[in-house]
């Protein structure tokens, strides 16, 4: 909480002897402090927010770190919450994960305040390094306050034959930018970018997303999903970027956006950057109303406007929510979901 580590559960024996590590960033500073030099904030900001991640690197006392050793497979998710407690807390959450060759993880992470009454100010960042054949699966979630503003870099770099899928549920916070950079290092290697945002009364969710292919035979799909209502605003900035080499990419974007109310308003601009002449990239945004026979349907069986909006949201999220192949993650996103229409 607000950067202090509170309690740590002590991973099974099994996982210790094959050699993973489930430790806070201050004591993996201590103990690992190799690894971390290696791939804490290895990469540069590239997508405008270079003032907060340097605040962020400066600040940073908190967070996690995870490591898979070559061949391990983590069967069941590690689970890692950042808490923010008390009036105008700042907090810099911080969660590294590498996954060296053919390892494999599901790392899920919560960040919330203790209070609806608190207001925070959060600038974290978390680094995804999935080595050679390596498959990570990293999960977040955030309720902030309604009266916080936040900001989340993630740093995804796959080498070759390795994949990436990368979730991240936007709830909370008065405003909050996200930034999601994804670079492809090695033939093979993939990176799935999911989001699901819902906007209420005056929220603004501010999306920026970046998909580097750096070598030839790499892939990409990125699928962004918005549901706005009252006077909810979203700012979606995606570019796919190939470069010279890079032959053989097959890159996908879209974001797609589900206007609740006649007030609320999305801005998209997916964009591609291609060096390379042997490709398949595509990209595209949708914006559309909640359809009126959808909701007459609903409403001749006695179901409320407001529930009715709630299960018409659950029905266009789920397109990214089946993406997860485990049923007791998505439950788990679903009940999230569900909390942010509970008056």
Same mark, same amino acid.
């Given at each position: 909480?607000?950067?202090?580590?509170?309690?740590?559960?002590?991973?099974?024996?099994?996982?210790?002897?094959?050699?993973?590590?489930?430790?806070?960033?201050?004591?993996?500073?201590?103990?690992?402090?190799?690894?971390?030099?290696?791939?804490?904030?290895?990469?540069?900001?590239?997508?405008?927010?270079?003032?907060?991640?340097?605040?962020?690197?400066?600040?940073?006392?908190?967070?996690?770190?995870?490591?898979?050793?070559?061949?391990?497979?983590?069967?069941?998710?590690?689970?890692?919450?950042?808490?923010?407690?008390?009036?105008?807390?700042?907090?810099?959450?911080?969660?590294?994960?590498?996954?060296?060759?053919?390892?494999?993880?599901?790392?899920?992470?919560?960040?919330?305040?203790?209070?609806?009454?608190?207001?925070?100010?959060?600038?974290?960042?978390?680094?995804?390094?999935?080595?050679?054949?390596?498959?990570?699966?990293?999960?977040?979630?955030?309720?902030?306050?309604?009266?916080?503003?936040?900001?989340?870099?993630?740093?995804?770099?796959?080498?070759?034959?390795?994949?990436?899928?990368?979730?991240?549920?936007? %709830?909370?916070? $008065?405003?909050?930018?996200?930034?999601?950079?994804?670079? !492809?290092?090695?033939? *093979?290697? #993939?990176?799935?970018? /999911?989001?699901?945002?819902?906007?209420?009364?005056?929220?603004?969710?501010?999306?920026?997303?970046?998909?580097?292919?750096?070598?030839?035979?790499?892939?990409?799909?990125?699928?962004?999903?918005?549901?706005?209502?009252?006077?909810?605003?979203?700012?979606?900035?995606?570019?796919?970027?190939?470069?010279?080499?890079?032959?053989?990419?097959?890159?996908?974007?879209?974001?797609?956006?589900?206007?609740?109310?006649?007030?609320?308003?999305?801005?998209?601009?997916?964009?591609?950057?291609?060096?390379?002449?042997?490709?398949?990239?595509?990209?595209?945004?949708?914006?559309?109303?909640?359809?009126?026979?959808?909701?007459?349907? %609903?409403?001749? $069986?006695?179901?409320?406007?407001?529930?009715?909006?709630? !299960?018409?949201?659950? *029905?266009? #999220?789920?397109?990214? /929510?089946?993406?997860?192949?485990?049923?007791?993650?998505?439950?788990?996103?679903?009940?999230?979901?569900?909390?942010?229409?509970?008056?």
């Amino acid at each position: 909480m607000n950067d202090v580590r509170i309690t740590q559960e002590t991973l099974p024996d099994h996982l210790a002897k094959a050699g993973v590590i489930f430790d806070s960033i201050e004591s993996a500073v201590l103990r690992h402090p190799a690894l971390i030099q290696a791939h804490f904030m290895a990469q540069d900001s590239a997508l405008g927010s270079e003032k907060l991640t340097s605040l962020h690197r400066a600040l940073t006392t908190g967070g996690a770190f995870i490591y898979v050793p070559k061949g391990v497979e983590v069967n069941l998710p590690l689970v890692v919450y950042h808490w923010a407690s008390g009036g105008r807390a700042a907090v810099f959450p911080h969660t590294l994960v590498v996954a060296e060759d053919n390892a494999k993880v599901t790392v899920v992470e919560f960040r919330q305040s203790a209070s609806d009454t608190d207001t925070t100010f959060s600038a974290g960042v978390n680094d995804l390094y999935a080595g050679p054949g390596a498959q990570v699966t990293y999960i977040s979630g955030q309720r902030w306050s309604r009266s916080s503003l936040g900001f989340q870099g993630n740093e995804t770099v796959v080498q070759r034959d390795g994949r990436v899928l990368s979730l991240g549920l936007q %709830l909370g916070g $008065r405003q909050v930018r996200t930034e999601s950079h994804s670079r !492809l290092q090695g033939p *093979g290697s #993939f990176s799935k970018m /999911l989001s699901l945002a819902i906007a209420h009364g005056d929220q603004e969710f501010d999306q920026r997303t970046l998909q580097s292919h750096q070598s030839a035979h790499t892939g990409s799909d990125l699928l962004y999903k918005n549901a706005l209502f009252d006077q909810g605003r979203t700012i979606f900035s995606g570019l796919i970027v190939v470069d010279p080499g890079a032959q053989k990419t097959d890159a996908y974007q879209s974001n797609r956006n589900l206007l609740c109310s006649p007030d609320a308003e999305s801005n998209s601009l997916p964009g591609l950057e291609i060096e390379a002449n042997d490709v398949r990239c595509t990209h595209g945004t949708t914006n559309g109303k909640i359809d009126d026979e959808q909701m007459f349907y %609903l409403a001749a $069986r006695g179901i409320s406007r407001p529930v009715a909006e709630e !299960l018409l949201v659950f *029905g266009f #999220f789920e397109e990214v /929510l089946e993406k997860l192949e485990d049923e007791h993650l998505r439950g788990v996103l679903r009940e999230l979901i569900q909390s942010k229409f509970q008056k």
